[in-house]
Structures are given as structure tokens and as C-alpha cells.
């Protein structure tokens, strides 16, 4: 007997109209785009543009359909960001839109496709002020072109705003933003530099982790996370290792696609809620942020869902089946340690953070936990945290992650 909500409680599963995946995937991005229109606004940042712009705008005029370029998606995209797009949009006539990149590009071009089809300015949607699905009409057709192996948004109904007037960033959540195309192409993540392999993939295990234990997952997102966390587990290191190696990279791509599908229609929980303002208060990458934070939060949930983390203990190769559930449940911690030093994570620290002292570090502890409370997120974690918690939790990284001596650094 499998333990599922479905025979007395009914869900809405999302997911991209389409999903192209392998190696030359992104050679249907015209004839997709043909199906939509004749004008396509192309989205993406100006260096993702440099490496794989001309592919695109090529096959979009190998089958008749003109590129409208914008290139200055910033990398967390900003209100500035959607509008000045969304005004390209509009001046061009445009009937689709194209991303090319990440999140950033996604989440830019999901902005757009707000603007075009609704009223009011882009901060209306965020769920603080209209709620979960508070997009009223679809957006125009959206193919993204995903050239990262992380954030999944090219399968979500989530958008990712900064909004650089209150120094916030803000989420929308909507089925009206899940992309209609998205193409997996593995070919285009071979650029992705060792660091943001690492970020992107262990953001892509944060998902498949935090959907699989959230309060509000079930049989569904279940089953992607389950694959997502496999695939990662297994290709994310050698990825990292060998960026050409195409078997792994394309293994990732596929797994940060199932996690991205886990997440949307689960949850995230209690790693992204302290993850934005740890993000924010370092200024490091969402990724970094999130695998700072996942061994101490795996650490702190686990009694509380000890079937979900003995599984996943042993998914990431530190408990078998013969492994009693507790045992197994406790060992979790370790194996995500594990792949994080895999991929060297806080190596990238030096480089990608600014640490604050430990005294100074304090004395935001309180405001970062009550942005953290604020997100909502800690209300999906399987063991709800207290106040209190969230700050020793926070504590707990600086002593064990951040400080220059702290174990995971020395
Ligand atoms: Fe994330």
C-alpha cells in the first residue's frame, strides 16, 4: 500500500507543456517558436548571449521568426529588469517569448509574460500582496532555453524579483507563469565554470531534499525528488570534476529538472527560508546559500520525518536498506557533507562571499531570522522551528561554515 492523499483529497500537478531534452535539443527552438508567432522577444544576460545568442537567433530565423535582443538581465533580475523588457516587448509587437539562460532569464522572462497579459506593475504579484496564484491570466507562449543545472524554473510557476528600491527580493507563484517549452539541451551547461556547477547542482539538491520532507509533498513530487536526489548524488561530482563529461552533465540537467518539478509542486521549506537573507546579508550566490545551510537543517528535521531522511541517507550513500530507520535518519547530515565537499563548496567562499566577524555577523541574527519567518517557508519543514531555533541555527553556520577556522573551512 503506497501512503497517498489522492483517494480523498485532489491536487494540480504543473508542468512545462513540453520538455525537449539532449544533446541538440536547442536546434527546436525555432520551429517551437513558430507554433506561437512570428516576433519572439530573446531574453537572456549579456555573457550567456556571447556563448549561445547566435544558436538561437539562428534557428529562430531558420524558421521565420524575428529575435527582439534583450541582454541586460542582471544575475538576481530586478523590477527594472521586467519593465525595461516588457517595454521592448510591447514596442516590437512581440507575440512569444524566448529565454536563454538560468533563473535570471527565466524568471526576467516570466515577468514579461505578466506584464503582457495583466494589469498593474510587477510588485502587485508578488504573494505577499496578491497571494499564491495571484497571476489572473496566462501569460504569452515562453520557451526557455536552460544553459544552468539548478534552479528549475524553466519547470515552475515561481518568479524571483529583487526589488533594489527596498533592498528585498520578493516571489510570485503562479500555474500562469510555468513555461509552455523547456529545452534541456546538456551541450549548453559544458560553459557552466566549476563554481557555479557546484552552486546550481547543490541548489538543485536543496529542491529535491526540501520537497520530498515538506509538509505539503506527496506521492508526485515524491517520485521526482527521489530521481532528482539520485542524479545529482551520483553525476553532480563528476560533473564538478570533469565540466565536458556530457553523461554527467546531461544526468544533472535531468535531475535539476525533476527537482525543479518536485519543488513546484511541493514546497520549499526551512534551507531557502534562511537561505534569501543569508544570501542577502553575504551577498553570496543563492546556491552557496543553500548549501551553507542544508547539513545543520537536515541535522535539525530529521527526528521529525525519519522515514523521508533514512531514505535519503540512503540515496546519498551513507545507510543501506539494512540500516535501521533512526540510524539511517541521523546519517543524512553526513551524506549531504559529503557531496558538498564533493564539489569543494566552501572553498568557493574566498571568492563568491564577503564574511562578515563573528560579532557583526550577530548582530543581524535577529533580523535575518525574522525575514526568515516572514518567507513562510519554515512553516513547510517537517519540524517547525522555533524563533530561537532559526537563531541558533544561524549561529551554528557561522561556527561550523563561515568562520575562517570553522571545520567545513579548515
Ligand atoms: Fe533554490
Known amino acids: ?50 556563448f549561445h545568442g547566435d544558436t538561437v537567433v539562428d534557428r529562430l530565423d531558420a524558421a521565420g521568426v524575428e529575435a527582439v535582443v534583450y541582454t541586460d538581465v542582471r544575475p538576481d533580475p530586478t523590477v527594472e529588469n521586467i519593465e525595461a523588457a516588457h517595454d521592448l516587448y510591447e514596442r516590437n509587437d512581440c507575440d512569444l517569448i524566448v529565454t536563454l539562460g538560468g533563473g535570471s532569464s527565466i524568471d526576467t522572462g516570466k515577468g514579461v509574460g505578466i506584464l503582457a497579459a495583466n494589469d498593474g506593475s510587477i510588485r502587485d504579484f508578488g504573494v505577499d500582496r496578491a497571494g499564491y496564484e495571484g497571476v489572473p491570466n496566462p501569460s504569452p507562449p515562453l520557451i526557455a532555453v536552460n544553459t544552468t543545472a539548478g534552479t528549475g524554473s524553466e519547470a515552475t510557476r515561481s518568479v524571483v524579483v529583487s526589488d533594489e528600491s527596498t533592498s528585498t527580493k520578493f516571489l510570485i507563484v503562479s500555474a500562469n507563469v510555468v513555461p509552455d517549452v523547456a529545452i534541456e539541451d546538456p551541450e549548453l551547461t559544458v560553459s557552466l565554470p566549476k563554481s557555479h556547477t557546484a552552486f546550481t547542482g547543490i541548489d538543485a539538491l536543496t529542491h529535491a531534499i526540501e520537497a520530498y520532507v515538506s509538509v505539503k509533498s506527496y506521492s508526485v513530487p515524491d517520485g521526482y525528488a527521489e530521481q532528482a536526489m539520485e542524479r545529482i548524488a551520483r553525476s553532480l561530482p563528476v560533473a564538478w570534476a570533469n565540466g565536458d563529461n556530457l553523461d554527467a552533465r546531461a544526468d544533472v540537467m535531468v535531475g535539476q529538472l525533476q527537482a525543479g518539478q518536485a519543488f513546484t509542486n511541493a514546497s520549499v521549506a526551512l534551507v531557502h527560508g534562511l537561505a534569501r537573507p543569508l544570501g542577502a546579508q553575504l551577498h553570496i550566490p543563492h546556491g552557496l546559500a543553500n548549501g551553507l545551510i542544508l547539513p545543520y537543517v537536515v541535522d535539525f528535521s530529521s527526528m521529525a520525518a525519519p522515514e523521508k531522511y533514512a531514505e535519503i541517507a540512503r540515496i546519498l550513500g551513507v545507510a543501506d536498506a539494512h540500516t535501521p530507520t533512526r540510524e539511517a535518519a541521523d546519517a543524512a547530515a553526513e551524506g549531504v557533507l559529503r557531496l558538498c565537499r564533493d564539489v569543494d563548496l566552501t572553498g568557493y567562499l574566498d571568492d563568491f562571499g564577503e564574511v562578515p566577524s563573528r560579532d557583526d555577523y550577530l548582530s543581524v541574527v535577529d533580523e535575518m531570522t525574522q525575514d526568515a519567518i516572514d518567507s513562510g517557508s519554515p512553516d513547510n519543514n517537517p519540524r517547525k522551528p522555533t524563533r530561537d531555533e532559526i537563531a541558533d541555527l544561524y549561529t551554528t553556520i557561522y561556527d561550523d561554515a563561515l568562520a575562517p577556522d570553522s571545520p567545513r573551512r579548515s
Open 1 to 50: 500500500m503506497h501512503d497517498t492523499v489522492l483517494s480523498n483529497e485532489t491536487r494540480t500537478v504543473v508542468s512545462p507543456g513540453r520538455i525537449e531534452l539532449g544533446v541538440g535539443a536547442v536546434d527546436t527552438v525555432g520551429d517551437h517558436a513558430a507554433r506561437y508567432g512570428d516576433t519572439a522577444l530573446v531574453v537572456a544576460t549579456e555573457q550567456i548571449f556571447e
